[in-house]
């Protein structure tokens, strides 16, 4: 009698540990399959975070060639001074910063439709102190 009680709990312990062997292979296959699904994860994430930067380096490339032309016309957020020439060329008022060099606006307003003394100080280089008094000429001499 003690033999069967002996061999019964040696079974059961081979049992218990053939249970455990088990879990323990099913356990690592998870772990196996879950770390494979993070690796995905992160290989997807890292996609996407290159993705977002390229499309950032491409608005901020896309930004910095809005506020500089090839033609010199440079944003007016660009520029410190808030000062202006009005010049005459081609018959047509064009807008430039204070610099005389950097080119602001070209507008539509030719200088005939101004009235004479305006169309003349024009035609000599007029200059507009602020973005006022710029608008309000816009304002008033545009169609």
């Not at 099913?26 to 390229?54: C, N, T, Y």
């Not at 060639?65 to 009005?86: K, M, T």
Request: glycine share 8%; with cysteine.
């Amino acid at each position: 009698m003690a033999k069967k009680i002996l061999a019964g709990c040696l079974a059961a312990v081979v049992f218990i540990g053939l249970a455990w062997y088990a879990g323990f292979l099913h356990s690592e296959k998870l772990a196996r399959r879950e770390q494979s699904e993070l690796w995905q994860e992160l290989e997807k994430l890292g996609e996407r975070i290159r993705i977002q930067e390229e499309s950032e380096a491409e608005a901020a490339e896309e930004k910095a060639e809005a506020s500089v032309d090839p033609e010199g016309v440079v944003n007016e957020n660009e520029q410190e001074s808030h000062e202006y020439y009005l010049v005459e060329e081609d018959g047509r008022v064009t807008i430039y910063r204070i610099d005389g060099t950097t080119l602001f606006e070209y507008t539509g307003i030719t200088v005939d439709s101004l009235p004479e003394k305006l169309g003349e100080e024009i035609s000599q280089g007029k200059r507009l102190s602020g973005e006022k008094e710029l608008y309000d000429f816009l304002e008033n001499y545009s169609s």
